[in-house]
């Protein structure tokens, strides 16, 4: 036990170092007795033995340090030690694991009373899921999978093959020390499908993979297991939305930078007086384009994957954005070319287009697929027709994964290679703000790319529809996926078998 020893606790038929033989867990076998030394003073003082003993007093989760006295008294308190505290106490001097000085002010205080020994009786509803699979599990076994994403009431694990054998039981123990989940999921092989969605099964709880998903503000429901959806993400939902909302790129590149760029800056500028203008190429349920509609911008999302359009539209109405969130389910490209008027709305969704002027000038577009991201670049090419007038040219917001660099400004640089390819035409490096938004591996970054549409690209002639640069549609392969790790929250997705499994 933890607080000093005994026998490790095991699942009820046994649990050796190799396989479990059975999932049941008896929590009896975590009851213990810790022996402590505790402090009783009058209850008006407590407060006061607190701050000044705090560095000393017993720091367990879910244990409280302050009790009431055990021999009834309601006047006073119990003020327990920690373990290393009370484990320097002598029959002499039960305050010996005190320093000098501290000693000295307990015994000054006419609070207090008197310095005892006490049982403290622990069990396993006192302890973390962290504590106690340390206990279940064998001694070889060193990381403890107790972090994992939530989403709504669902607990998705990504275990490595050692803790395959006690998954039944880990998730049982997740789901005991988690009031607010009610399903545990693992992931069962990496992403292979051009929604970006995984197999997994059902380890424990709820078969119901429809979870609902607060985030700054708004709210979110989806199928889990049919659609992308990653928590670790919100903050950068925020902070994209958030500098969109504030203008924040209004006069980048500064301006001198590029007499078109600056002359279709300034022939706009009335336009821009309005709320932006977004378009969210690969939206997915909405963790970009409902917030920023929230907040007044004018959004067009897009994603291929019929389930994340699905939800999209119910999160839209659910918070009352539909009138300024105007929905899609197309492949990535075709959308750009759509709004910009090179080919026609589906006939599912002109209605959709509704009174939007074609060809769209958007402010903003987002492209949040970081596995493939780079490569629809090439849909802006030709945003510009010979006869259009002076526009301000949008930002693009590109997320990107990088992998093998030995810097941040060298893994910028070859995102910015490659985004260039993708283009057709170069970038300056100063007219790229680059955004580490997370490390999903080791010397593997999440980058976001954030440019003005260089006026040579804009004005380039457009690929033909149906091609692209790099030889791939919205609907290709999605190669050497990461997991969980490496989609972006708002990826497109398709349904995905979900296996429910057994006893281990």
Same mark, same amino acid.
């Given at each position: *036990? ?53 560095? /000393? ?57 008197? =310095? ?45 093959? $050692? ?45 119901? !993979? ?12 989806? @199928? ?20 969109? !909302? ?53 959004? *067009?999302?897009?994603?291929?994957? +019929? ?23 197309? @492949? ?13 709305? +589906?006939?599912?969704?002109?209605? =959709? ?34 006869? /259009?007038? +002076?526009? =301000? ?75 692209? /640069?790099? /030889?791939?549609?919205?609907? =290709?392969?999605? $190669?050497?996926? $990461? ?22």
């Amino acid at each position: *036990y933890a607080a000093g020893g005994g026998p490790r606790a095991m699942a009820s038929s046994g649990v050796a170092d190799g396989v479990p033989v059975a999932a049941a867990l008896d929590k009896e076998q975590f009851d213990a007795d810790v022996e402590l030394v505790g402090v009783v003073v009058e209850a008006k003082g407590t407060t006061a033995f607190m701050k000044k003993l705090r560095e /000393s007093l017993l720091h367990r989760p879910k244990v409280k340090a302050v009790w009431g006295d055990p021999s009834g008294d309601a006047s006073r308190r119990l003020v327990l030690l920690s373990e290393e505290v009370s484990a320097a106490a002598t029959d002499e001097d039960l305050l010996a694991g005190l320093s000098q000085e501290s000693v000295a002010w307990v015994r000054g205080q006419a609070t207090f009373v008197t =310095a005892i020994r006490h049982t403290l009786k622990l069990g396993y509803d006192l302890l973390t899921a962290d504590q106690v699979l340390r206990q279940l599990l064998p001694p070889s076994i060193e990381a403890v999978p107790s972090g994992f994403e939530v989403a709504g009431h669902v607990a998705h694990l990504n275990l490595r093959d $050692e803790l395959l054998p006690y998954k039944t039981l880990i998730a049982q123990v997740i789901l005991d020390k988690h009031s607010n989940l009610r399903t545990v999921v693992n992931k069962t092989a990496n992403i292979a499908t051009k929604y970006r969605t995984f197999p997994m099964e059902i380890l424990a709880g709820d078969p119901d !993979m429809t979870v609902e998903q607060r985030e700054h503000g708004a709210i979110f429901r989806f @199928d889990f297991s049919a659609v992308y959806w990653n928590s670790r993400l919100q903050d950068e939902h925020s902070r994209l939305s958030t500098l969109i !909302m504030k203008d924040h790129w209004r006069d980048f590149p500064k301006p001198g930078a590029g007499r078109d760029r600056t002359c279709a800056r300034e022939a706009s500028e009335a336009a821009r007086q309005g709320p932006p203008v977004v378009a969210d190429l690969m939206a997915g349920v909405g963790p970009f384009a409902v917030p920023l509609a929230m907040q007044g911008a004018e959004v *067009y999302a897009n994603d291929l994957n +019929p389930e994340s359009y699905r939800w999209l539209c119910e999160n839209s109405k659910r918070n009352k954005v539909m009138k300024r969130l105007r929905r899609f389910n197309m @492949d990535g490209r075709d959308f750009v070319a759509m709004l910009r008027g090179r080919c026609s709305a +589906p006939e599912p969704f002109t209605e =959709a287009v509704g009174t939007a002027s074609i060809p769209l000038n958007f402010d903003h577009a987002i492209m949040n697929l970081p596995q493939t991201a780079i490569e629809f670049l090439d849909a802006f090419r030709g945003y510009l027709s010979p006869t /259009s007038d +002076p526009v =301000a040219l949008p930002m693009i917001h590109v997320y990107c994964f990088e992998k093998g660099h030995d810097t941040e400004e060298d893994a910028v640089r070859s995102a910015i290679k490659r985004a260039e390819e993708a283009l057709g035409g170069p970038l300056k490096r100063e007219e790229v703000q680059a955004h580490m938004v997370r490390d999903v591996a080791p010397k593997k970054p999440m980058i976001c790319l954030s440019f003005r549409l260089p006026y040579e690209i804009a004005s380039a002639p457009p690929l033909p529809l149906g091609t692209s /640069s790099t /030889s791939t549609t919205n609907s =290709a392969k999605r $190669e050497k996926p $990461e997991g969980a790790e490496e989609a972006g929250a708002g990826d497109a997705q398709a349904p995905t078998k979900v296996a429910r499994t057994g006893s281990d």
